[in-house]
């Protein structure tokens, strides 16, 4: 079997989880996750029990 490239690797590392805690590659992942929860607007995940717009448009409502 040829061995992966390294944008594979990247890929292959990051899908199966095989980084270990307390490196920095562990800390960029978890922060995506928690990015994508908290910033992501309900309606883009056709969210039903939604009754509001989202973080982002509480933050951009009270710049106004």
């Known amino acids: 079997m040829k061995p992966l490239t ?3 690797r990247i890929l292959w590392n990051a899908f199966f989880w095989t980084y270990e805690r307390s490196t920095w590659q562990y800390d960029v992942m978890v922060i995506a996750i928690l990015a994508f929860v908290w910033l ?3 309606e883009l995940l056709n969210d039903p029990m939604v009754t509001d717009q989202g973080p ?8 106004d």
Do not use: F, G, H, V
Request: proline share 21%; glycine share 0%; no cysteine.
């Open 6 to 8: 390294l944008p594979l």
């Open 40 to 42: 992501t607007p309900p």
């Open 56 to 63: 982002i448009a509480w933050a951009l409502s009270l710049l």
